[in-house]
T-cell receptor, first 115, second 112 residues
């Protein structure tokens, strides 16, 4: 399978715990994006990387959230001190860098439930 | 930022019927994507369509960039077409990396 992969697919945690999600993009894609989707809504942008550089973060990304992409390959998204409002589907996407508006391909998502 | 609006929000069809979903966007875009979200939450790419018309089997899409809208046509609908359809457009800003702004989706239900 050469698509975007995410791990884990589901995560249930208790409020206050830390969680970390992983995303492996399509191998030749140097742009990587994180989005969050809550029930009944479209996905919302969180942050994006070009190679290993994190170039933009949404205001949705509070200081409890941190993302990394070491060596410009896979990426991790960590949420510290989780809150019930963090319950959502976390989606990762990748695209090649060839200017504006490149086609993005999404992974299967990680569904987070905070109890 | 760009605003993306989809209509209708909900659509119920009998199997075999045709349908048209609409996506309006507030600013000029150099691309637009249509997705189908399956029951497990995965976004499946349907079309990457900056302008003109594309067809893929029973689905086709048309984007009229000058008038800021795109249409998704589903013909001879099947129960497996059920799900949420999203359109999404990228920001035209260098620093944005072409991050997508999504509409709120059209929930399609196809009954047997």
């Amino acid at each position: 399978d050469t698509g975007v992969s995410q791990d884990p697919r589901h995560k249930i945690t208790k409020r206050g715990q830390n969680v970390t999600f992983r995303c492996d993009p399509i191998s030749e894609h140097n742009r990587l994006y994180w989005y969050r989707q809550t029930l009944g809504q479209g996905p919302e942008f969180l942050t994006y990387f070009q190679n290993e550089a994190q170039l933009e973060k949404s205001r949705l990304l509070s200081d409890r959230f941190s993302a990394e992409r070491p060596k410009g390959s896979f990426s991790t998204l960590e949420i510290q001190r989780t809150e019930q409002g963090d319950s959502a589907m976390y989606l990762c996407a990748s695209s090649p860098k060839t200017g504006y508006g490149n086609e993005q391909f999404f992974g299967p998502g990680t569904r987070l439930t905070v109890l | 930022g760009i605003q993306v609006e989809q209509s209708p929000p909900d659509l119920i069809l009998q199997e075999g019927a045709n349908s048209t979903l609409r996506c309006n966007f507030s600013d000029s875009v150099n691309n637009l994507q249509w997705f189908h979200q399956n029951p497990w939450g995965q976004l499946i790419n349907l079309f990457y369509i900056p302008s003109g018309t594309k067809q893929n089997g029973r689905l086709s899409a048309t984007t009229v960039a000058t008038e800021r809208y795109s249409l998704l046509y589903i013909s001879s609908s099947q129960t497996t077409d059920s799900g949420v359809y999203f359109c999404a457009a990228p920001l035209r800003e260098e620093t944005s990396g072409s991050r997508l702004t999504f509409g709120e989706g059209t929930q399609l239900t196809v009954n047997p």
